[in-house]
């Protein structure tokens, strides 16, 4: 049977115990001595009490204001790190929502610029009008993320048609975009010699992106079988055209259905264009906007 242990030397339990209470008291700067039995000569227990909960009240002030000094340091460190690397310092702290507006409207003033023309889009049926809105709301939220964004323009954008309506039942907060829509064409809003129409049919290869042209992007879904209506629409308003340089920086990836397209949805079109502005790559941008469901692959990534 276990006894309970010799009653004139203390466990070592106690002693642990003792030892883990003085360091306690050490930290509340009160001498262990002050609670000891000594305390309680000529009623000095309730004066020592007293000055214990004091001091011990003291201390738990101060330590309730360190945690509060380390959450307020860690809140802060996770909003520099949502920012991304120098984001404090560049930025001068201010609010992401306030900087996204700002480089906006400086794009809206100096440049460059994307309209979609959604003149096309009748074409449509509505099943793909919805996937058009989908991509126009994903477009958007790209540009908004975006360093150095375009100032986009949605134009021939009717009110009380399919894609009008789409994008507001789809979109939420869409009539709150950053952006302008138009009835108008951009033939009545921009000189011809400014106006560059993107199209995969074009002969012309899209070497750059300047700052003072106007890029259109046909407002149709990649899926839509329209055979150069892009190309012949440009044509016909006199405009110049050009294509991305997939061909040029891109190679052809051995699929089981043979399937290679240089069409691309309106957003991943935006996601090249936009990485390149950025990086003034285009491997980098490519790969940002061409899937391999494409059926072209960078050339360092064929095995």
Same mark, same amino acid.
């Given at each position: 049977?276990?006894?309970?242990? =010799?009653?004139?030397?203390?466990?070592?339990? @106690?002693?642990?115990?003792?030892?883990? $209470?003085?360091?306690?008291?050490?930290? *509340?700067?009160?001498?262990?001595?002050?609670?000891?039995?000594?305390?309680?000569?000529?009623?000095?227990?309730?004066? !020592?009490?007293?000055?214990?909960?004091?001091?011990?009240?003291?201390?738990?002030?101060?330590?309730? $204001?360190? +945690?509060?000094?380390?959450?307020?340091?860690?809140?802060?460190?996770?909003? +520099?790190?949502?920012?991304?690397?120098?984001?404090?310092?560049? =930025?001068?702290?201010?609010?992401?929502?306030? *900087?996204?507006?700002?480089?906006?409207?400086? $794009?809206?003033?100096?440049?460059?610029? *994307?309209?979609? =023309?959604?003149?096309?889009?009748?074409?449509?049926?509505?099943?793909?009008?919805?996937?058009?809105?989908?991509?126009?709301?994903?477009?958007?939220?790209? /540009?908004?993320?975006?360093?150095?964004?375009?100032?986009?323009?949605?134009?021939?954008?009717?009110?009380? @048609?399919?894609?009008?309506?789409? !994008?507001?039942?789809?979109? =939420? %907060?869409? @009539?709150?975009?950053?952006?302008? &829509?138009?009835?108008?064409?951009?033939?009545?809003?921009?000189?011809?010699?400014?106006?560059?129409?993107?199209?995969?049919?074009?002969?012309?290869?899209?070497?750059?992106?300047?700052?003072?042209?106007?890029?259109?992007?046909? %407002?149709?879904?990649?899926?839509?079988?329209?055979?150069?209506?892009?190309?012949?629409?440009?044509?016909?308003?006199?405009?110049? &055209?050009? +294509?991305?340089?997939?061909?040029?920086?891109?190679?052809?990836?051995?699929? &089981?259905? /043979?399937?290679?397209?240089? &069409?691309?949805?309106?957003?991943?079109?935006?996601?090249?264009?936009?990485?390149?502005?950025?990086?003034?790559?285009?491997?980098?941008? *490519?790969?940002?906007?061409?899937?391999?469901?494409?059926?072209?692959?960078?050339?360092?990534?064929?095995?």
């Amino acid at each position: 049977m276990a006894g309970g242990g =010799d009653g004139g030397c203390p466990s070592a339990e @106690s002693e642990g115990e003792a030892a883990v $209470a003085c360091e306690a008291l050490r930290l *509340l700067r009160i001498e262990p001595s002050a609670v000891g039995p000594s305390a309680g000569r000529a009623g000095g227990a309730a004066r !020592c009490s007293r000055n214990v909960l004091r001091k011990r009240r003291r201390w738990e002030r101060v330590l309730a $204001a360190k +945690r509060g000094k380390r959450r307020q340091e860690r809140e802060r460190s996770r909003a +520099r790190r949502a920012q991304g690397p120098g984001a404090a310092s560049r =930025d001068g702290g201010r609010a992401p929502a306030a *900087l996204v507006k700002e480089r906006l409207l400086e $794009a809206r003033a100096s440049g460059p610029r *994307l309209c979609v =023309d959604l003149g096309v889009a009748d074409r449509m049926s509505q099943k793909e009008t919805s996937r058009l809105a989908s991509q126009i709301r994903r477009l958007y939220g790209a /540009n908004k993320r975006a360093q150095k964004p375009f100032w986009l323009c949605l134009t021939e954008f009717v009110v009380g @048609s399919l894609i009008y309506e789409e !994008c507001f039942r789809m979109n =939420d %907060g869409f @009539s709150n975009y950053l952006m302008d &829509t138009t009835q108008e064409s951009y033939l009545d809003l921009f000189p011809l010699d400014v106006i560059v129409y993107l199209t995969p049919d074009s002969e012309n290869v899209l070497e750059d992106i300047d700052p003072k042209k106007v890029y259109v992007l046909g %407002g149709l879904v990649d899926e839509s079988i329209h055979k150069k209506l892009t190309l012949q629409r440009a044509q016909e308003q006199s405009l110049q &055209t050009a +294509r991305l340089p997939i061909r040029e920086y891109m190679v052809k990836n051995v699929n &089981t259905k /043979n399937y290679h397209s240089e &069409t691309l949805a309106i957003n991943q079109v935006f996601d090249v264009l936009s990485t390149y502005y950025e990086t003034r790559s285009w491997p980098a941008a *490519l790969k940002a906007g061409v899937s391999s469901g494409k059926g072209y692959v960078l050339p360092d990534t064929v095995k």
